[in-house]
Each structure stands twice: as C-alpha cells, then as structure tokens.
C-alpha cells in the first residue's frame, strides 16, 4: 500500500470505530461521506442515504431550520452547530448535537468540512426534566408563600402603628423575606424558561423614563443607605415588556447597592444614543476584575473572591437580565474598575 492509501484505510478505520456519526461534504456543501454508524442507526441502505443524503434521516420539523443554518455556515465559512433529531432504523427519534468545521488549503479556501454528530438525547431529557421539576417546585411553593406574604401585609396594616416596636420591626423584617424569597422563586422560573425559549413578551409602547423614574421611586422606599442620583435626558419611547424592564432596572439597582457596601450614592442615568435610548448605573463598590467581566452574565457565575463571599445571592440576576434584552434587541454591557465600582449600561431601540 502507498502512504496515501495508508492514511485512507486508518481515517476509515478510526471514523468507523466511532459511536459518533462523522461526515464530510465539499465546499459548496455536498455530503460526500458518512462513517458506518450512519447507517447502522439509520438502518438505510448506503446507497440511499449517499444519493438523498440526511434528508431521510432528520425530523421533518428540523429540516428547514437545518437547511438554512447549513446553507450560512457554507456562505460565510463559519462552524456549523445544531440541535437536531435524527430517525432510527425503528422510527424513533434521538436529538443529535451537530458540530462540521471547514478544513481549508493553503490558500484560506474551504476544501472539506467536517462534521460530528453526538447523540444528546438522553441529557436533554434530564434537562427537561429538570425543568419540569423546577416548575413543578415553583408552584408549589407559590401558594404557601403568597398566604404568608398577604398575611403580613395585613398584620402590618392593622399592627404596624400599634406602638409595640418589638412587632413592628418583625413584621417589616418578615415582608421584607418574604419579597426575597418571592423573586427567587420567580428568578428560578425565569431561567427554566429561557432555558427552553418560552420566556413570554407582552410588548407595548411606553416612555421608558417615566418606568425608571416609578422604579426608583419603589427603590428608594427600601434603601436608607444610598442616595440615588438621577440625571433624566431622555423622553423617549420603547416597544417593550414593561414588567421585564422593570426586573431589569431592579435587578441592576440592587446590585449596585449590594456591592457597594462602603459607598453612599448610586448614579443613574437615562440618554438618547442615536437610535437607541441607553440607561445607566453606577455605582462605587467593589468593581470587577477585567477577567470576570466577560462571564458574569453567564447563568450561576458568580465572582470568586474574599470580598464577593460576603455578599448572598444566585448568580442569575444578571443572566435573565442579558436574556431580557437581547430578547428585546437591545444590549448590556459593562465598564468596571476592581475597587473603583462599576456602570452597568443597557439600551433598548427607540420606537418612533
Ligand atoms: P448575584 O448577585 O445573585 O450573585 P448576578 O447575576 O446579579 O448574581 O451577578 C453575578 C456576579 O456579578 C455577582 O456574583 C457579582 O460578583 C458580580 N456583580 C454584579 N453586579 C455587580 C456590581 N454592581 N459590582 C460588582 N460586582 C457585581
């Protein structure tokens, strides 16, 4: 055997000793091989499946999204990556992860691309799972939560002012939890919907610095530490969901009194930007390094260190905040100096 030949034999060899499906197409994005794995899974004859290609093999319901995303990858050169089902000989159906990166010559142009699939099935079945248990344990808590919550809005209503301080001073501390727990349990929610794309929009037009105007109001009732600084340049109108920009703003808010423990005032600002209306928060607390920064709007990230150890909470604030305004095609991002503080800015589009 020629070396050629050689190579050929192990690359067939190690392709088809592989539980993964491999395939490779031509540049212009014509599968031309398949690992036997294929069509073992398939139970199609090759034959079949090197004319008609994986047609035969994807879901009906993911074939158009599949054809469109490969169609890009092969326009523009960019890895392709999907989540797909793939029929097996007895028709069932398993949810493959594809990933096909292009191989180029020396001249930068595509020669082949070469593609994996993994079978993913048995993992977003617990992902699911898990999320139905989540929504499951939501629920439920939610009914004994909201009783006690009513219970001591009443209680404060009619023994708030009674004069016994001792009773007063609990019943605030224990609506104050009680608020705590409620936007945890809701937090938790949220992620299991992002997570599985459902997190609902009810859109309208408002003006978005009368809702950040009113939520500073609701904050300041609650903090006696800070002084909120609001500098409003901005009147203009969003095409938004106005209770998720509010979780919005609360959540940035929140942090920013959270880590700044030391400090005494908050900035907050409101511009027109273009096409874009851009709020802002600053604040003068711990900051963050430079390394974090990229990270903390992933989900359950939270920076590790002697200062941020003090501080409770989950780490997703900052995740459904992002997911919030990407949904609403806007951005957030962030300028921060470690033990200088930090500005959160987010912008949404102008509606006109
Ligand atoms: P949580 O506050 O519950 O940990 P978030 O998703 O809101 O979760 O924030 C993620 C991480 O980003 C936090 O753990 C914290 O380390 C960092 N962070 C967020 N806001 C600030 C801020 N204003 N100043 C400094 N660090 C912050």
Redesign the pocket.
């Known amino acids: 055997l020629n070396e050629l030949e050689e190579n050929e034999e192990r690359f067939r060899t190690l392709s088809n000793a592989m539980p993964q499906f491999v395939w490779t197409s031509d540049a212009d994005g014509a599968l031309n091989y398949f690992n036997e794995a294929v069509y073992e899974y398939s139970g199609l004859a090759k034959e079949l499946v090197d004319k008609e290609g994986w047609l035969r093999i994807i879901h009906p319901d993911d074939a158009e999204e599949n054809l469109k995303l490969w169609i890009h990858s092969v326009e523009t050169g960019q890895p392709f990556l999907f989540e797909h089902r793939f029929r097996r000989h007895d028709g069932v159906y398993r949810w493959q992860l594809s990933r096909a990166v292009p191989q180029k010559d020396e001249n930068g142009h595509i020669r082949i691309w070469v593609g994996t699939s993994t079978d993913i099935d048995d993992i977003k079945k617990h992902e699911e799972q898990k999320n139905d248990f989540i929504k499951m344990a939501n629920h439920e808590l939610k009914t004994p939560v909201t009783t006690i919550k009513g219970y001591v809005q009443l209680l404060l209503k009619t023994h708030g002012n009674s004069g016994d301080a001792i009773l007063s001073k609990s019943l605030i501390t224990v609506d104050r939890q009680v608020t705590k727990l409620t936007n945890l349990i809701s937090d938790l929610l949220d992620v299991t919907r992002i997570d599985s794309g459902k997190l609902p929009l009810n859109n309208e037009v408002f003006c978005l610095e009368d809702l950040v105007r009113d939520t500073i109001k609701d904050i300041k009732a609650a903090t006696q530490t800070h002084e909120i600084i609001y500098n409003s340049n901005s009147d203009a109108n969003v095409f938004a969901d106005k209770d998720r920009i509010s979780q919005v703003l609360l ?1 940035l808010f929140t ?2 009194f ?3 423990p030391k400090a005494d005032k908050i900035i907050i600002e409101i511009n027109n930007a273009g096409n874009d209306v851009v709020v802002s928060v600053q ?1 003068f ?4 390094d430079k390394e ?1 920064l990229e990270n ?1 709007f992933e989900r359950f ?3 590790a260190g002697k200062d ?1 150890k003090t ?1 409770p ?7 459904i905040v992002k997911e919030i305004i990407v949904r609403h095609n806007g951005n957030l991002w962030v300028n ?1 100096e470690k033990g200088a503080g ?1 500005v ?1 800015y987010f912008s949404l589009p102008i509606h006109l």
Request: aromatic share 22%; net charge negative; hydrophobic share 40%.
């Open positions: 959540n942090n920013a959270k880590y700044s604040d607390g711990i900051g963050i974090d903390i990230y939270r920076v941020e501080f909470g989950f780490g997703i604030g900052l995740f921060s930090s959160f």
